[in-house]
């Protein structure tokens, strides 16, 4: 059983710049969950999507979306970069329902110079 | 809006001591409780989840939460730690209709061996 993936590990951009993180689901998980970690903090909910729909959103600017595929893969899309996007972003796959445990990534590593 | 807080930043023990790290959350309704790891390197990984029956759960590695509804608290539990556990641990909660977790600050535990 495959674990959950991102890529790519690290990414270095500039302020302005977009920039799209990539997230693969464990097998048989329909439902990605996108969380940013900055620097000693906890994560934060930035959305989710369930067969390919969003299904929640965190407090973020619509400047992050997101889309889910038809293999439940997702991908985080941030434009206009700011330095304070700064983070580590993390992605979850889980079934769908609160009481279903998330499986986390390893994270990208996001700079913004 | 449902908040955590963890009110220990960074703990510091020796090997055999016992272990105590505080969560309270605020939300009124049912809620679906948890604790997160994160050791040295690795992934976010789940350790224990509370959704109802008995208020006392255990998890892997010989950890323990009890859930007093009263006082709006999750503490995690260990009776004896080991070096191993040098970690970063987080507290989670989601309620019955928000499927997105959301998360503690977090408390950095260092094991002095």
């Known amino acids: 059983e495959t674990g959950v993936t991102q890529s790519p590990t690290h990414l270095i951009k500039t302020r302005g710049q977009q920039v799209t993180l990539r997230c693969s689901s464990q097998?048989?998980?329909?439902?990605v969950s996108w969380y940013q970690q900055a620097l000693g903090q906890g994560p934060q909910f930035i959305f989710q999507?369930?067969?390919?729909?969003?299904?929640g959103r965190g407090n973020f600017p619509p400047r992050f979306s997101g889309l889910q595929f038809p293999n439940y893969s997702s991908e985080l899309n941030v434009n206009a970069l700011e330095l304070d996007d700064s983070a580590l972003y993390l992605c979850?796959?889980?079934?769908?329902?609160?009481?279903?445990?998330?499986?986390f990534g390893p994270g990208t590593r996001l700079t913004v110079t | 809006a449902q908040s955590v807080s963890q009110h220990n930043h960074h703990v510091i023990l020796s090997e055999a001591a016992s272990l105590e790290l505080g969560c309270n959350y605020s939300y009124g309704g049912t809620v679906n409780l948890f604790w997160y790891v994160q050791y040295p390197g690795q992934h976010l990984q789940l350790l224990l989840k509370y959704f109802s029956g008995d208020p006392l759960v255990k998890g892997i590695k010989g950890f323990e939460a009890e859930f007093i509804k009263s006082k709006f608290s999750f503490n995690l539990r260990k009776p004896s730690v080991q070096w191993s556990d040098t970690a970063e641990y987080f507290c989670a909660v989601n309620t019955g209709s928000a499927r997105q977790l959301t998360f503690g600050s977090g408390t950095q535990l260092t094991v002095l061996p």
């Open positions: 999507y369930y067969r390919e729909e969003e299904n």
């Open positions: 979850a796959s889980s079934l769908a329902g609160g009481r279903y445990e998330q499986y």
């Open positions: 097998s048989g998980h329909n439902t």
